[in-house]
């Protein structure tokens, strides 16, 4: 077990287990500036294309529940840049960011949001339900927990093919008091089966604090119990983000074997769009937009000279023309036949399966 975020948790119910982030930066020798600059635009992109998702489903052009990745941003491109393009991926309903970088192109992102046919998932999957076979992104599950036994599932499949590709599958904190949490755990470790899973801890599942809904708030150590290595990590911290996931998924790869990754992060909104988030109390909203991980990344690398005032306005541009044009296509895109709604209920012909629509009788005439 391993808990490399800093500092660390007091464990007292119902208080926060987190200060802002230190005016130390992390070192950034040894990184490629042109590297760290594009961590920086893929962190940026997210942002802003989470912002122009909150704002069409206030317009009402976004329909269903919607879950933003605000404040999550450096957690996912760590984890993102420590896969391999033949690893696969498995989230929660909170994956917009995740299928961005997974390399889905925010146009075909955004047209689902608008449930049009040029989305990712044909218009039929919505904000909760992105899944792209080519990205090797698997979903995308509006259950809480319902990702974990279909990872663990792909991760056999790999072992029974005897190929080396890894699985990995994200989930929220509240997700491990969850009966698929323990069984998908056990499984994965009695089997030996390549998959990381990782929870993001934002502190808050839904409205519920982690030290008020778990026994061990510290959901790294978890995994002892069906002797599985867990990791904690700073996940405002790109790089922290990036190494510990990249060390865990080559070992799974390697050893095949499963581990847990927690990653500790904040939500700066509520639990969806539509959430106002009155159970925080003001300091601990204020605490949240205080650690930002993209104006703290920003920060960082323009105090080291990486990130100049120019660069910084071109990135901004890009991103900006980048997220318009996605929610344009969106906007132009259209919705899908009423036609093919049945034909991706099954992945194959199924005998007798019903295509009644609600206005036909039940009975054929």
């Not at 990702?147 to 997700?175: H, K, N, W």
């Not at 978890?222 to 700073?234: F, K, L, Q, T």
């Not at 799974?252 to 925080?280: C, I, N, T, W």
Request: hydrophobic share 40%.
């Amino acid at each position: 077990m391993a808990d490399t975020a800093k500092p660390k948790a007091t464990g007292k119910t119902g208080s926060r287990r987190r200060a802002a982030r230190p005016n130390a930066g992390p070192d950034f020798s040894g990184e490629q500036p042109k590297v760290l600059l594009d961590y920086y635009r893929q962190m940026l992109l997210i942002r802003r294309f989470e912002e122009r998702t909150a704002q069409a489903y206030t317009q009402a052009r976004i329909g269903g529940y919607c879950h933003l990745n605000l404040g999550e941003e450096a957690t996912i491109v760590g984890l993102m840049t420590a896969l391999q393009e033949r690893d696969y991926l498995f989230t929660n309903y909170r994956e917009h960011g995740y299928a961005i970088a997974k390399g889905i192109h925010p146009r075909r992102v955004m047209a689902e949001l608008y449930g049009r046919s040029t989305g990712v998932s044909k218009g039929w999957g919505g904000s909760m339900h992105l899944f792209d076979t080519e990205a090797r992104l698997l979903g995308g599950y509006g259950i809480v927990g319902g990702q974990l036994p279909l990872a663990v599932g792909a991760a056999l499949a790999i072992t029974y093919r005897g190929s080396d590709e890894i699985v990995m599958c994200q989930m929220g904190d509240g997700t491990t008091n969850i009966g698929a949490f323990h069984e998908s755990l056990n499984i994965a470790s009695l089997w030996n089966l390549p998959v990381v899973f990782v929870v993001i801890n934002n502190y808050t599942g839904m409205g519920t604090t982690v030290e008020r809904s778990s026994a061990e708030p510290e959901l790294y150590k978890r995994g002892s119990a069906y002797r599985m290595e867990g990791v904690r990590v700073d996940g405002r911290d790109v790089l922290a983000v990036r190494d510990a996931a990249a060390t865990l998924v080559e070992r799974a790869r390697s050893e095949q074997r499963p581990f847990l990754l927690e990653a500790l992060s904040y939500r700066m909104k509520g639990h969806s769009v539509v959430d106002p988030a009155k159970y925080r109390t003001k300091e601990e909203a204020e605490e949240a937009l205080a650690n930002d991980p993209v104006a703290a990344f920003e920060a960082q690398l323009t105090e080291a000279g990486i990130l100049t005032e120019e660069a910084k306005q071109e990135i901004a541009e890009s991103v900006r023309a980048e997220v318009a044009d996605a929610a344009d296509f969106a906007e132009n895109s259209p919705h899908p036949e009423v036609s093919t709604l049945f034909d991706y209920t099954y992945a194959t012909p199924v005998a007798n399966e019903s295509r009644r629509m609600p206005a036909d009788p039940v009975f054929a005439e």
